[in-house]
């Protein structure tokens, strides 16, 4: 299997081990034909975020031990859903993003530029 590829054209990188995240749980935002919601963005969530996420339906903040999910604190890294990250982006509550650890897929849904505004990686713009 290739490595996979982030929006970067480099090497897809982990985004987040404790918790484990990726829709398959190997810590990076992997992706495949089971993955319909496409988990693919690596954001670094906050209190902003995660209440916009609740708010629609998606509660990551919430324990979920039956699953083996802690729940998310502001800080945590997550790979959420394209759809989701654009959804808080036009709404003014994107999480800050690591470019390295976002798959290209995400570039299907949301442009580089975008994606750029929000990046914690040291090669991007500074957040606004």
Not at 1 to 8: A, E, G, I, K, Q
Request: hydrophobic share 35%; net charge negative.
């Amino acid at each position: 299997m290739d490595p996979s590829t982030n929006v970067l054209g480099g090497k897809l990188v982990p985004c987040g081990t404790t918790p484990r995240t990726g829709f398959y749980r190997d810590g990076c935002c992997n992706t495949g034909p089971e993955d319909a919601g496409r988990h693919t963005v690596c954001v670094e969530v906050n209190a902003a975020f995660l209440a916009f996420s609740r708010a629609h339906g998606n509660d990551l903040s919430t324990p979920r031990p039956e699953h083996g999910f802690p729940g998310l604190r502001p800080g945590d890294r997550w790979c959420v859903c394209a759809e989701r990250w654009r959804q808080a982006f036009v709404a003014g509550f994107a999480a800050p993003i690591v470019l390295a650890a976002t798959h290209a897929a995400t570039l299907d849904v949301v442009g580089l530029d975008d994606l750029k505004r929000y990046a914690l990686d040291a090669e991007a713009p500074e957040r606004p």
